[in-house]
């Protein structure tokens, strides 16, 4: 029997370095901050990480800036740094996923900078999109930054530069063999250090169409950039199917060349692609069998709480991942949206937890979610977001889901840093830390311990020594949406229900409950199911899930 790969049904725990732990006192999460609290992760149940860029970079934009792509930045120490944590990591039996950013680099990277000082048509500008203007104020085209206001930006000698970001951060030309090759140098650079895999930022990206022409719509253009306007996925996604730097062909080769690399190591490497793309049915091409492990999923971190909305999310990519034979992947959350809880709501962040993290396929958990972290109120002062700078303020930006982690104590910062932390940390975040919720049967963090407990024998390929949970990969809904609020699905003996209606239902289930959203967790973490156990109906409180045993016929 062949053995499924390491991340098909793998827990991936997102690391932002930043805020994680503060191991020298400077404000800011460090690698050895890491290192020394990489028990928690394991702890939680997770099998791997994904740690956010720690690369040496100006920090314009949180990292995704790379000055030096194959080096630490000192302030989140140094690469030994990053080779005892991947080897801690490892110890504990987590594998470890970087994020490689191949769609800018920093305007402080040397190609940039002697690209600046290089003339026009040279080498060095030629692995940057350099283009003269319409006019000699006028941009070469209307693209705009996804950050607000123009991609781009005029140098001395009157050329301009694209970027799809900040102005910190220029978009590379892929059709430059430098770019290419330099690429692959840091793939193998990280994998040989001892990464497992990639998470690609900006995936969709790399290729430009049509770059001296204006977008023919261009108020079409900026809604579908900008996550904060009102519109129906279906709206926004037939926007975004028409701009001309997103999901070009042209990228899957690249993607190819790639897993070639990936494929050449005796060891499993996987990539994971960021690719917000439109229709559902273009994520697909991510994942064809000689691309990319896993493409993200990012129906369920937009989608409201509604059975409907849930339900078609699920049922889709379940279809069209399982059409190309390729892994689903589930996040709730990320360092770019809003926190579940305050998305959500508490209760409805715990029931989506429940219902998502039963599904087939990999789950991603961003840090903090596991607590129940809200997210922060800030001051404008302190905001560091690029997107709030480029819109005037207009967009918040994304630092109020970037707080460091509480750890510890009852005061602020909670055991993060001994220094000052670089955004505060709200003190009524006192009954929030992992030291006050570590064995609190009524914590956010025990519920996902447990959840990911019984995931993990969910999902067993074999049913080891302790087989409580028949191992499936079988998936059935058992309750279609049907204006009652509650959805339902199957796996094996086990089947999870989501009420999302305000009311509580009484369901005609025959079955044990194993697993509440609102009740609080067993903390022995005993799965077994005793079948002479089984009531005749079971309740459902409003905005709640649960796991119930089932009949596995
Ligand atoms: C996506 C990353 O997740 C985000 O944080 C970053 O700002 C952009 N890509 C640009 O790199």
Request: glycine share 8%; hydrophobic share 35%.
């Amino acid at each position: 029997m062949s053995k499924s790969p390491w991340w098909e049904n793998a827990v991936f725990y997102q690391i932002y370095p930043r805020s994680f732990f503060d191991s020298n006192g400077d404000g800011e999460g460090d690698l050895t901050g890491i290192t020394s609290h990489l028990s928690h992760v394991s702890e939680l149940g997770a099998d791997a990480l994904w740690l956010s860029p720690f690369y040496t970079s100006p920090n314009h934009d949180g990292g995704y800036d790379v000055a030096d792509p194959r080096n630490v930045d000192p302030r989140h120490g140094t690469l030994d740094d990053a080779k005892i944590l991947f080897n801690k990591a490892h110890d504990l039996g987590l594998k470890v996923l970087l994020d490689v950013v191949p769609n800018h680099f920093s305007d402080q990277h040397v190609w940039f900078q002697s690209a600046l000082s290089a003339v026009k048509g040279s080498p060095e500008r030629s692995r940057f999109h350099f283009l003269d203007g319409k006019t000699s104020t006028t941009p070469p085209n209307n693209w705009i930054s996804l950050f607000g206001g123009p991609a781009w930006t005029q140098v001395d000698d009157g050329q301009w530069y694209l970027h799809l970001f900040d102005s910190s951060q220029p978009d590379l030309n892929w059709e430059n063999a430098d770019i290419k090759r330099d690429f692959e140098k840091t793939l193998r650079f990280w994998i040989d250090l001892g990464a497992d895999g990639f998470r690609i930022d900006v995936a969709h990206g790399l290729v430009k169409e049509d770059i001296s022409k204006n977008h023919h719509d261009p108020q079409g253009l900026s809604n579908a950039l900008r996550l904060d306007v009102e519109m129906s996925p279906e709206v926004r996604g037939t926007l975004l199917a028409s701009v001309p730097f997103f999901d070009r062909n042209g990228v899957h080769e690249i993607y190819r060349e790639w897993r070639k690399i990936f494929d050449s190591y005796d060891r499993p490497i996987m990539a994971v692609a960021e690719a917000w793309v439109h229709p559902p049915e273009r994520a697909t091409l991510y994942v064809r069998p000689d691309e990319l492990q896993q493409v993200f999923n990012f129906d369920l971190l937009v989608a409201p709480f509604d059975d409907k909305e849930i339900f078609d999310c699920v049922d889709r990519t379940l279809k069209l991942i399982g059409s190309v034979g390729a892994t689903p992947t589930w996040a709730l959350s990320n360092h770019d949206t809003p926190r579940l809880v305050s998305r959500l709501g508490e209760r409805e962040a715990r029931a989506m937890a429940l219902f998502t993290y039963g599904l087939p396929g990999a789950a991603y958990i961003f840090q903090g979610q596991e607590l129940g972290l809200p997210d922060a109120d800030l001051l404008d002062s302190e905001r560091q977001d690029p997107a709030f700078f480029r819109t005037k303020g207009l967009q918040k930006g994304r630092d109020g889901a970037r707080v460091p982690l509480p750890w510890e104590g009852y005061r602020s910062p909670f055991g993060f840093t001994t220094g000052k932390p670089w955004l505060p940390i709200p003190q009524d975040w006192e009954g929030l830390t992992v030291e006050k919720q570590n064995g609190d049967s009524s914590s956010s963090m025990e519920l996902y311990r447990e959840l990911l407990l019984l995931r993990k024998r969910l999902n067993a390929k074999k049913s080891g020594d302790k087989p409580e949970i028949k191992s499936s990969e079988n998936f059935t809904w058992t309750q279609r949406p049907n204006g009652s609020g509650l959805i339902a699905y199957k796996r094996g003996e086990i089947e999870v229900l989501l009420n999302t209606a305000e009311v509580e239902l009484v369901l005609p289930r025959t079955g044990r409950m194993i697993l509440s959203s609102e009740h609080s967790s067993s903390l022995n973490h005993d799965t077994s199911i005793p079948r002479d156990d089984l009531d005749e109906k079971i309740t459902m409180s409003p905005f709640s899930a649960m796991w119930i045993t089932c009949d596995p016929s």
